[in-house]
């Protein structure tokens, strides 16, 4: 059974940077296509990115495009999304999550999820 752990939230600075890690056990990574999601107090969930299982193709929301950027270590048996030039709205609770599906549609993520990471940037 697949189980996910988020990693590398804190609290940052406007345009500071921050790393998150989405590591599997259990299973591997590279099988499954990865989304990261976040949720902001009083908001719905948003899918933030994906990385499909073949690689080829890679999806960012139009609100973090060109400053967060999605990857995988196979070795590692880790996702990351790197953050850069955060913005105070930004701020959520950001999850990683896996499906067996080879496609960036954020509606087939059901089955494995992380606990999430706290990510809040504030001056």
């Known amino acids: 059974q697949l189980q996910l752990v988020e990693s590398g939230g804190g609290l940052v600075q406007p345009g500071g940077s921050l790393r998150l890690s989405c590591t599997g056990s259990?299973?591997?990574?590279?099988?499954?296509?990865i989304g990261w999601f976040r949720q902001a107090p009083g908001k719905e969930r948003e899918g933030v990115s994906c990385i499909r299982r073949s690689r080829a193709i890679i999806d960012y929301a139009d609100s973090v495009k060109g400053r967060f950027t999605i990857s995988r270590d196979s070795a590692a048996n880790t996702v990351y999304l790197q953050m850069n030039s955060l913005k105070f709205e930004d701020t959520a609770i950001y999850y990683c999550?896996?499906?067996?599906?080879?496609?960036?549609?954020?509606?087939?993520?059901?089955?494995?999820w992380g606990q999430g990471t706290q990510v809040t940037v504030s001056s």
């Open positions: 259990g299973d591997t990574l590279d099988y499954y296509t």
């Open positions: 999550a896996a499906t067996a599906h080879d496609l960036c549609d954020y509606r087939l993520f059901v089955k494995y």
